[in-house]
């Protein structure tokens, strides 16, 4: 059993950045890590994704060049290092692992869920 916990949201205005972390038990060492966000009204949408051993990752269009993903697994912990933040990057992000990482990067991909750390970025 993983159990995912989030922190690091907050306020922030525009062209600020903010680093979310995810503590995680279980051995998550093993497991492809990644971030989702949801803006009200909207899907939740894949953010980037870090694997285990390889420590590639992989990241939305949307934040490629803003956004960093990197992984302790000394620590159980996943970051989310956010620079030049947008209002539109306003939602609830999410910290999510699976066993089977694929490249389609739906939600129903992830096998575990954290509650989400609210994001909001100001103009």
């Known amino acids: 059993q993983v159990q995912l916990l989030e922190s690091g949201g907050g306020l922030v205005q525009a062209g600020g950045s903010l680093r979310l972390s995810c503590a995680a038990s279980g051995r998550t060492f093993t497991y492809a890590m990644a971030w989702f966000r949801q803006a009200p009204g909207k899907e939740r949408e894949f953010v980037a994704e870090i694997r285990s051993i390889s420590l590639r990752t992989y990241y939305a269009d949307a934040v490629k060049g803003r956004f960093s993903i990197s992984r302790d697994n000394v620590k159980r912990t996943v970051y989310l290092q956010m620079n030049s933040l947008k209002p539109e990057d306003t939602a609830v992000y999410y910290c999510?692992?699976?066993?089977?990482?694929?490249?389609?990067?739906?939600?129903?991909?992830?096998?575990?869920w954290g509650q989400g750390t609210q994001v909001t970025v100001s103009s």
């Open positions: 999510t692992a699976t066993l089977q990482p694929s490249r389609s990067y739906r939600p129903s991909d992830y096998d575990y």
